[in-house]
């Protein structure tokens, strides 16, 4: 896991989810959010098992595995998994785990996919508040998602809706090949 100067203060973009595998839309999406946003490093906090499906088909340690081959050349990206640390699977406590004891400042990455049903996460309107909200437009979700919960009551606290030159590539595409 990374070190941080404690006394910096840290931009920090944490990319949560399966990776089920990890793939070059990810990448994409971390250099998106660095530039823009001109974040320091991001932390791709892989999950054991996605609460909104049935399994993973990659085991956890071949999750991990592919997502840090992945991102080897990329100093800026930290893979890990964080759940048996923070003694939670829920996004709230993982930005608390990185907010506690440093000065951070946190945007939370996420596909807008994720924003369709975010109203359904654990404190999902409190994650608006300690985190900024990052989210990366993804091909045939755009319309379900500016219309969802989440998106009505998050943009006006400074969530950022971002398109962009996409990978045209997902997790279930890969695996289906």
Avoid: C
Wanted: proline share 1%; net charge positive.
């Amino acid at each position: 896991m990374a070190k941080y100067d404690l006394k910096k203060k840290v931009r920090l973009g944490i990319l949560g989810g399966t990776f089920d595998p990890a793939h070059k839309g990810h990448l994409k999406i971390s250099k998106v959010a660095k530039r823009l946003f001109k974040l320091d490093k991001i932390v791709w906090a892989i999950t054991e098992k996605n609460p909104f499906k049935s399994k993973s088909f990659y085991s956890l340690k071949k999750r991990v595995q592919i997502a840090k081959s992945l991102t080897k050349k990329t100093k800026y990206v930290t893979v890990g998994f964080y759940e048996k640390k923070i003694k939670s699977n829920k996004t709230i406590k993982l930005i608390k785990f990185f907010k506690k004891n440093r000065s951070n400042e946190i945007f939370f990455i996420m596909g807008a996919d994720n924003l369709i049903n975010f109203h359904k996460w654990n404190n999902w309107s409190k994650i608006g508040k300690l985190a900024k909200i990052l989210v990366f437009d993804r091909s045939g979700y755009k319309k379900r998602s500016k219309e969802s919960v989440a998106y009505k009551n998050l943009k006006k606290r400074g969530l950022k809706y971002i398109s962009f030159n996409k990978v045209n590539i997902s997790s279930s595409q890969i695996r289906n090949i």
